[in-house]
């Protein structure tokens, strides 16, 4: 295991975890009378999490490239079967609920498709030249992946998910000119993605005027405002 990037990994979660407390502490003692609450359950995750790190580096790296395709395979079934079977959050249905926890099969996706991803352009490297033989299907692949995302829908996923291909495509080695026109066309594909869903336009337009609905979508920009007009940026 690479030491400074534990570290890094260890000192980004702990400002998480207090950027939590700050955030959540007044309505967990109200709620819960405990300021703790969302601390300790997050707090809970980061052990968990800490530990399946600290194994899962541990696996030879040549598993992954043996097992990405049935990887791959079980994440995409798992995505199928959210659809159909899955907990509505938020408007989305995109968790398997078990009981007060949630899984979110988008997230393994994402894990999956940069493994399968990076073995795919491996294995075709003397074809990433050639944008219709060595790029188009990969890209077909997170495509319908992309879509299966949205009819949850998780739009923020979607994205993260398309951008991470886009970077191990790019430093695979296709050609930049490629990623302009791809650019461009994913900006027109964004605005129409957004200007379909009425919700994510508004919270683009709250940011620009945050008291046009100070109760919902500009709630929280309003809310930061306060914080920093009686006690400046670092209270």
Known sequence: MNKKLFITCIILSLFGLIMIYSSSNIWAEYKFDDPFKYVKNQGLFLIIGIISMYYTSKINYKKYYNYSNKIFIF??????????IGTERNGSKSWFGIGSFGIQPSEFMKLSMIIFTSKYLYNNRKDIANIKKGVIPILLLTLLIFVLIMLQPDFGTGIILIMGVIGLLFVGGVDLK??????MLGIIGIVILIAM????????????????????SGFQIIQSLYAIGPGGPYQ
Do not use: E, Q, T
């Not at 994440?75 to 159909?84: S, T």
């Not at 869903?197 to 919902?216: E, H, M, Q, T, V």
């Open 178 to 183: 490629f990623f302009i026109k791809i650019g």
């Open 197 to 216: 869903a009425p919700y994510r336009l508004k919270r683009i337009l709250s940011f620009l005027n945050p008291w046009s609905d100070p109760l919902g």
């Open 75 to 84: 994440c995409f079934i798992l995505m199928i079967l959210v659809l159909l």
